[in-house]
């Protein structure tokens, strides 16, 4: 199944967090829908399903974006039993969107939030940011800058012990 029809498929619950910057701890975590969307410009949507998720915003801009992606889809491979993954881009347009996915090669479901609505969502203060939510639906970490492979391994294994 590609990660087009997997999104198509999902429905829509997003997080929405507030009093939180790097490596913090929310204050309040509410359950809000927001609308993401595909690289055609169809609305894609996000779901927490259960499981622990990581959610990394990124743009084609940012070179610590660029540089983690690898080892992101390198994680995402080795615990997608486990662990959802999705990314969404940041980019002002679908195909600067498109080709950073494409050169990068990651293989975990991306979209887009084409007004960065998400980002604002989840109190994005930087790029690269990411959201690691527990299996309960609850945020257990945002964190602001590059991650390398050891670094996102070891948050993983802390919501999975959750």
Not at 4 to 12: D, I, K, N
Not at 66 to 90: H, I, K, L, N, Q
């Amino acid at each position: 199944m590609s990660w087009r029809t997997l999104l198509a498929g999902l429905s829509v619950a997003a997080l929405l967090l507030t009093g939180c910057g790097d490596d913090s701890e929310p204050s309040r975590v509410t359950m809000v829908d927001i609308e993401l969307y595909d690289f055609d410009g169809e609305p894609a949507v996000v779901s927490h399903g259960g499981r622990p998720l990581v959610i990394n915003f990124f743009a084609e801009s940012c070179p610590p974006c660029v540089a983690e992606m690898p080892a992101f889809d390198s994680v995402y491979r080795t615990v997608a039993d486990e662990v959802d993954f999705v990314g969404v881009s940041e980019d002002a347009n679908a195909a600067a969107a498109l080709r950073i996915v494409e050169v990068t090669g990651v293989s975990y479901p991306t979209v887009w939030d084409a007004d960065g609505t998400a980002f604002a969502q989840f109190a994005g203060l930087g790029l690269p940011t990411t959201v690691f939510v527990a299996a309960d639906g609850t945020i257990d970490k945002v964190h602001t800058g590059e991650l390398s492979a050891d670094e996102l391994t070891e948050r993983i294994d802390t919501l999975l012990e959750r």
